[in-house]
């Protein structure tokens, strides 16, 4: 039951009243275990470690409330909002968030098992370490949210948005995916380069092989559809690679991305190779180079793999590529010269995709081929 000396303290407002109430009485027990707070304004309101399990918080605003450590366990919240309040290991274990607005908040490590976020708005959301596992995330807004070290096992997340997430060592068992939109999932800590895919099965796959050299032997399971694109992360550069990235997508491909622009704490030399070892293709724009000398001369020479090369018109190749592609020709297309992204985008098709699959066909037939056998007998002179 809710204290009712405390709810009436409450009612008069949170950024007065309650918080000079409570910065007196900082170690009182606060007590709103089911209370009626439908509608309230607790905006900033300090309810740190306060109980509010079963308490109706439908459509209040408590934007910008701290709430950690709170336990809501089965509150209503839905409606609610919620946006940039500090709700860091709070449990809201099976609470109702249905539609509630959690934009820029932090929870990380809550407890939100079983709980209803339907359209939740989740935008840049603190979600590291959060429980998800069995959420109701169906609809929900979670682009650009923090999702590090989170666990959304069996969580539901059809027609959901993940854009821009990072989602790195997550646990995602047995999710429900139907109609998500899931896009540019980054599945590197913050101290690495970014690499990007489009789907979190995907992801969890790419990062296994980069981590576990035994599972790298099943890469042929996605090696039919990845295309590596490689090239500055300046934002002229930017542009290229993600009008490539969306295109490729639009066809069927799984795009990834590498930014080696960021610092490494990792030999990028073996994540590089790796890479270029699982993919249908590369596309590496050569365009002002910085990186991208050192990222062929650590791939071309180790994989048949079609390397599909673009530059800027007016750029030159760099001073060794001439010799990377004499010796490795095969694999190694001629520069394509382009003069826009939009010409590029335009030529995609019968200028880089049509060409590389003929070369991937072409490098297959000679990897299929018997290997010619010389005799001794064949070069006895004959009397």
Avoid at 18 to 39: K, P, T, V
Avoid at 200 to 227: G, P, S
Avoid at 351 to 361: F, N, S, T
């Amino acid at each position: 039951m809710a204290n009712e000396e405390q709810l009436t303290i409450l009612r008069q407002g949170a950024e007065t009243a309650w918080n000079e109430w409570r910065m007196e009485n900082h170690d009182e027990r606060i007590s709103l275990s089911g209370a009626d707070l439908h509608g309230a304004d607790l905006r900033k309101a300090n309810l740190r470690k306060a109980h509010l399990r079963k308490a109706d918080l439908c459509k209040a605003d408590l934007h910008g409330a701290n709430l950690s450590w709170a336990d809501l366990r089965r509150a209503n919240l839905s409606e609610t909002d919620l946006s940039k309040a500090y709700i860091r290991r709070a449990d809201l274990h099976g609470a109702n968030l249905n539609g509630a607005d959690l934009s820029g908040a932090n929870i990380s490590w809550a407890e939100l098992g079983e709980a209803d976020l339907r359209g939740a708005n989740l935008r840049k959301a603190d979600l590291s370490g959060t429980n998800l596992r069995k959420a109701d995330l169906r609809k929900a807004d979670l682009s650009y949210a923090d999702l590090r070290k989170a666990n959304l096992s069996e969580a539901n997340l059809e027609g959901a948005t993940l854009v821009g997430c990072n989602i790195y060592a997550i646990s995602a068992w047995g999710l429900k995916m139907k109609d998500a939109m899931q896009r540019d999932l980054v599945i590197t800590p913050k101290n690495e380069p970014d690499i990007i895919v489009d789907n979190i099965e995907v992801a969890q796959f790419i990062y296994l092989l980069l981590h576990n050299e035994k599972i790298r032997d099943v890469i042929d399971t996605i090696a039919k559809k990845a295309v590596l694109i490689l090239g500055r992360f300046t934002p002229e550069r930017k542009a290229v690679l993600d009008a490539l990235r969306t295109e490729l997508r639009r066809r069927g491909y799984l795009p990834i991305l590498f930014d080696f622009e960021k610092p490494s704490s990792k030999d990028f030399t073996e994540t590089i190779k790796i890479l270029a070892g699982m993919s249908l293709f590369i596309i590496a724009d050569i365009s002002n180079p910085r990186s991208s000398p050192l990222e062929l001369q650590a791939t071309v020479p180790e994989y048949m793999v079609p390397f599909a090369l673009i530059i800027q018109n007016g750029e030159e190749p760099f001073a060794m590529f001439k010799d990377l592609y004499i010796k490795h020709k095969k694999w190694v297309m001629a520069p394509l010269v382009y003069n826009s992204v939009e010409g590029l985008i335009s030529i995609l098709d019968t200028a880089i995709i049509g060409p590389a699959m003929q070369v991937h066909k072409e490098i297959l037939m000679e990897k299929a081929a018997e290997m010619p056998l010389r005799y001794e007998e064949d070069y006895k002179t004959r009397e």
